[in-house]
Nanobody, 127 residues
Framework: EVQLVESGGGLVQAGGSLRLSCAAS????????IGWFRQAPGKEREGVSC????????YYADSVQGRFTISSDNAKNTVYLQMNSLKPEDTAVYYC????????????????????WGQGTQVTVSS
């Protein structure tokens, strides 16, 4: 059974940092793309950063480029999202998700392309 468990969310002041973790189980890490998404109240879920360690490919949304960094520890089956220089507009529930690559060379970036989701972790950035 595929499971994704996020942690690391919280309340932080603007300009601060947080590191989110996504502990994955039930699948072979290298066979999947892992994505971080977020959803703010009243808004659609959006891709923040998506990556495949086997493809060596990483995507960042324009809004987080240069501030957020996705990384992984394959030995621990854990993906991280380091978030620096946080802004109030980064406030959202953050989700990690996994998508089976199945030989694809494309790292998906849209929510509907992902099959498995964690429960989400709240990030609140105060001004």
């Amino acid at each position: 059974e595929v499971q994704l468990v996020e942690s690391g969310g919280g309340l932080v002041q603007a300009g601060g940092s947080l590191r989110l973790s996504c502990a994955a189980s039930g699948f072979t890490f290298d066979d999947y793309a892992i994505g971080w998404f977020r959803q703010a109240p009243g808004k659609e879920r959006e891709g923040v950063s998506c990556s495949s360690s086997s493809l060596g490919s990483t995507y960042y949304a324009d809004s987080v480029q240069g501030r957020f960094t996705i990384s992984s520890d394959n030995a621990k089956n854990t993906v991280y999202l380091q978030m620096n220089s946080l802004k109030p507009e980064d406030t959202a529930v953050y989700y990690c998700a996994a998508d089976f690559l199945g030989g694809s060379y494309y790292v998906p970036t849209r929510p509907h392309e992902y099959d498995y989701w964690g429960q989400g972790t709240q990030v609140t950035v105060s001004s």
